[in-house]
């Protein structure tokens, strides 16, 4: 009997980790541009607030006078100003306060932040 119960409790390990493992991170976008907006979002949403993990977020720099800036606890990720297009970051966020700004118009208020919570 527990040859039987451990080989099934084997298998169910074995057909949920696949899944699991397959499952794609939480998907955030950042925008830059064309005009002078930036902003991060998560399901189209102004993100505020996000508990700490690992993330894939799709940048979209729409102007070559601007980039996209994400800093915060451990990470420091940017586009050049020349820049125009998309790039999709794996990143990892901890507890704490980011910021995203572009760097040439921070001054002017090209910029936002988020909390990441445990």
């Known amino acids: 009997m527990f040859k039987g119960l451990f080989a099934a409790v084997v298998i169910a390990a074995l057909v ?3 899944a699991y493992a397959n499952s794609s991170a939480v998907k955030l976008s950042g925008e830059v541009g064309p005009g002078y907006t930036i ?5 189209g949403k102004d993100l505020k607030a996000i ?5 894939k977020i799709k940048v979209e720099d729409k102007s070559s006078i601007h980039n996209f800036h994400l ?6 990720k940017k586009t050049s100003v ?8 794996t990143i990892k966020l901890k ?7 572009c760097d040439v118009h ?9 909390k990441v919570t445990r």
């Open 16 to 18: 949920a980790v696949p």
């Open 95 to 101: 507890p704490g306060k980011y910021t995203y700004q």
């Open 82 to 89: 020349s820049f125009q297009g998309e790039a999709t970051w």
């Open 106 to 114: 921070a001054a002017d208020g090209m910029k936002g932040t988020f």
């Open 39 to 43: 902003d991060v979002e998560k399901a």
């Open 51 to 55: 508990k700490a993990g690992t993330y």
């Open 71 to 76: 800093m915060g606890p451990g990470l420091n």
